[in-house]
T-cell receptor, first 115, second 110 residues
């Protein structure tokens, strides 16, 4: 596709349920990032992938959060036993090399609401 | 500790009224200083990357500048369509991620 695609665009879930968020990066981009944006807050880094490996997981807020990337392409962010404080917009971004000196291309995000 | 602070949090301008947004940063070994624009319900859209102090870049009514401690986004004769949240971010040191500020919400009234 022409850009970064995320699905679903909106997800409403009940507290305690598990959710999976999907990201399709730009074709050929080796680096993939997940960020979280809460109301009134900046973008909070979650995890960075280079290929299928995740050299930086430092932003994952708890062991309820995990992510994987397969085939150097699609990534899934999984949140287990969701809590109300997990409600936020989850943004995915990709870049061609992941060297830190190049721009990121963002998807439109998944709005997660935990009731 | 690496950090970035944007000011003001919100700015309201009349159409044609020029102003500047500020981004103060602290990082060891800057790799890049980035400006993004974010519209409601959308992901951030890339505007500029600056790599070294003294560098300037322009696009339409926007001009970004960089010093060793700050970056400014100058908006000349803004139009209502320039209304958005403007985000500053940096990468540096051993990190390859971008660290974002909380943004400046710009509103331009006709």
């Amino acid at each position: 596709g022409a850009g970064v695609s995320q699905s679903p665009s909106n997800k409403v879930t009940e507290k305690g349920k598990d959710v999976e968020l999907r990201c399709d990066p730009i074709s050929g981009h080796t680096a993939l990032y997940w960020y979280r944006q809460s109301l009134g807050q900046g973008l909070e880094f979650l995890i960075y992938f280079q290929g299928n490996s995740a050299p930086d997981k430092s932003g994952l807020p708890s062991d309820r959060f995990s992510a994987e990337r397969t085939g150097g392409s699609v990534s899934t962010l999984t949140i287990q036993r969701t809590q109300q404080e997990d409600s936020a917009v989850y943004l995915c971004a990709s870049s061609s090399r992941g060297a830190g000196d190049e721009k990121l291309f963002f998807g439109s995000g998944t709005q997660l609401s935990v009731l | 500790e690496d950090q970035v602070t944007q000011s003001p949090e919100a700015l309201r301008l009349q159409e044609g009224e020029s102003s500047s947004l500020n981004c103060s940063y602290t990082v060891s070994g800057l790799r890049g200083l980035f400006w993004y624009r974010q519209d409601p319900g959308k992901g951030p859209e890339f505007l500029f990357t600056l790599y070294s102090a003294g560098e300037e870049k322009e696009k339409e009514r926007l001009k970004a500048t960089l010093t060793k401690k700050e970056s400014f986004l100058h908006i000349t004769a803004p139009k209502p369509e320039d209304s958005a949240t403007y985000l500053c971010a940096f990468s540096g040191g051993s990190n390859y991620k971008l660290t974002f500020g909380k943004g400046t919400l710009l509103t331009v009234n006709p």
